[in-house]
């Protein structure tokens, strides 16, 4: 089973900015979340533990598992570029994600989707297939919307941050036999 977990709450998240690589460790609302849901998957025996490279994704899978998470630069989010940090409600969208036009430094979608698609097609790949294995990847809300569009499909609207879950909860996918 693969489960994706979105990252405890930051200051960031806490004042509605969008919160992109230059990111903040977890608060103490979100190391408590973190807390909650090891104790949700109490049950649940991990194999292996992987994150993105920001510090709040790898709390979250350490706390939540009490492994070492294996950090992977295509679980990295979104690069938000000169939108990062800002409040919400002040900065100009182009579709889902920050208008590249008047934002310098903002990833491309497409980019973005392939990286994260690549990470998860080589997880499938490497799995053996009489196994059954529990693996934890803690992300963001871009990433983890973007695997469960990669178990999901892509949908049509382009919104893939319906997929995602709140801060500190999670959502279990398998890949197919």
């Keep these: 089973m693969i489960y994706v977990v979105r990252h405890g709450q930051t200051d960031l998240n806490k004042e509605k900015r969008l919160q992109g690589r230059q990111g903040m460790p977890l608060n103490e609302e979100g190391i408590k979340q973190a807390e909650i849901l090891r104790e949700e998957l109490k049950e649940v025996k991990f194999d292996y533990v992987f994150s993105s490279p920001q510090e709040r994704a790898i709390q979250t899978a350490e706390i939540v598992s009490g492994l070492e998470a294996i950090p992977d630069v295509r679980l990295d989010v979104f690069d938000l570029g000169e939108a990062d940090r800002l409040r919400r409600e002040e900065v100009i969208m182009k579709g889902p994600v920050p208008d590249p036009t008047i934002y310098k430094g903002v990833e491309n979608m497409k980019d973005f989707i392939k990286r994260v698609f690549h990470f998860m097609s080589e997880l499938e790949e490497r799995r053996y297939p009489k196994e059954q294995i529990n693996i934890l990847i803690s992300g963001h809300r871009c990433t983890t919307g973007c695997m469960g569009a990669y178990f999901l ?25």
Excluded at 153 to 177: I, R
Aim: charged content about 30%; aromatic content about 16%.
């Design 153 to 177: 499909g892509e949908p049509q609207d382009g919104d893939l941050l319906k997929y995602s879950s709140n801060n500190g909860k999670y959502k279990v996918y398998e890949f197919e036999n």
